[in-house]
């Protein structure tokens, strides 16, 4: 990719930075179609995690050119783009003038989002490059990998087409991430498919983490607005939640790759919510679907959290499922997750002179003087 295709941040719009000093009226923010020419900042200071550590993850913007926007979230846009002479994309966000409190929300998230991401280093995890921030305007930096997302790449597969070695590779590539994520004591709260990216490899991350929180901040998800088809129920509810919502937007995720379908496409996001939360729906069961994986999904959706699995549990699953079926293609043809219970001895020698008493009772009555 020639770097000339590319329009850096430089004086000339500059120049023009009076006219966008104040935020965006609500009409503007919605016709807007590219947003690159507010960056005009040169960063602000983000604080970590921990209380007294503050630090500046200031974008350098002479080095930081834009490339065309490739996709659009709820309220941002995403560019890619070279920082620094490494492919990375630019997530922009802008706050609206009309809308204090949705300014004042997407504010927090992002801060919220740069906050994690600057702490996290993993494989399945996206790697965070830099940021800056003021406002009215908000960017995250972070690679770019080349795939899109896993919900792109599903809507060009024919239904149920994925083989099952993909299938596993590509889950545990999200649980590996995800059992990250909670050993650090973080929520992501919006898992699906389309904040999943795919690199070159195959490689899946797990990306977008604007309303993700620490898990002792979790408290009510009032006001909260994750993706109402992959949400679990006691999201929907407004209930007290842990990180057992991850696990069960997991499984939707996993019957994504199953099926390449869209979770509940036949109804509405509200629909899908009242269907998860009050009719107690979840997707159907792909009918080729191999009983394990028919189960692993069943715990993992369960309207009860506590049955849900951890996803260290569903990490050593995954793995011993892919490497039997490694071994053996066969493998899932003859596994059965529900192996009979031994019966007890003791119940065995015990049902034989029951029959045999149930059975002769009329004769032994008939033939008892005492009775």
């Known amino acids: 990719m020639r770097l000339e295709c590319f329009r850096p941040i430089g004086h000339k719009q500059n120049q023009n930075q009076n006219k966008h000093d104040g935020r965006l009226s609500l009409g503007e923010f919605r016709k807007v179609v590219s947003w690159s020419k507010f960056l005009v900042s040169s960063g602000g200071k983000i604080k970590g995690r921990e209380e007294d550590e503050e630090a500046e993850w200031s974008a350098d913007m002479s080095q930081l050119f834009f490339g065309r926007k490739f996709a659009s979230g709820r309220h941002s846009q995403i560019y890619r783009g070279f920082y620094k002479k490494i492919e990375v994309a630019i997530k922009m966000t802008i706050q609206p003038e009309e809308d204090p409190n949705l300014a004042s929300a997407l504010e927090t998230h992002f801060t919220s989002e740069v906050s994690l991401l600057l702490h996290l280093r993993h494989p399945n995890i996206i790697t965070f490059v830099a940021a800056c921030k003021k406002a009215p305007v908000f960017c995250i930096i972070t690679e770019y990998l ?40 973080i929520l992501h709260r919006d898992l699906k498919s389309d904040n999943l990216l795919l690199g070159e490899d195959m490689q899946i991350k797990v990306a977008d983490f604007g309303i993700s929180c620490l898990e002792n901040h979790s408290g009510s998800p009032k006001g909260f607005t994750g993706t109402y088809r992959w949400m679990a129920p006691e999201m929907i509810n407004e209930k007290q939640h842990t990180k057992k919502v991850d696990v069960y937007s997991f499984a939707i995720v996993l019957w994504e790759l199953l099926t390449a379908l869209t979770p509940f496409h036949d109804m509405t996001p509200l629909q899908a919510a009242f269907a998860v939360s009050q009719k107690n729906a979840r997707p159907p069961l792909p009918a080729n679907c191999p009983m394990a994986l028919s189960q692993l999904m069943t715990q993992c959706w369960s309207s009860n959290p506590n049955k849900r699995p951890h996803f260290e549990e569903i990490v050593s699953i995954l793995n011993q499922y892919s490497d039997s079926f490694r071994q053996d293609p066969s493998f899932f043809t003859h596994h059965n997750p529900f192996p009979p219970k031994p019966r007890s001895p003791h119940l065995f020698h015990l049902c034989i002179p029951c029959i045999c008493r149930n059975s002769g009772r009329r004769k032994s009555v008939a033939a008892s003087p005492n009775r």
């Open 146 to 185: 080349s795939g899109g997302s896993l919900r792109n790449y599903l809507n060009l597969q024919e239904p149920y087409s994925l083989c099952l070695e993909l299938v596993l590779k590509l889950a545990l590539d999200i649980a590996h991430g995800m059992n990250y994520l909670h050993s650090q004591g």
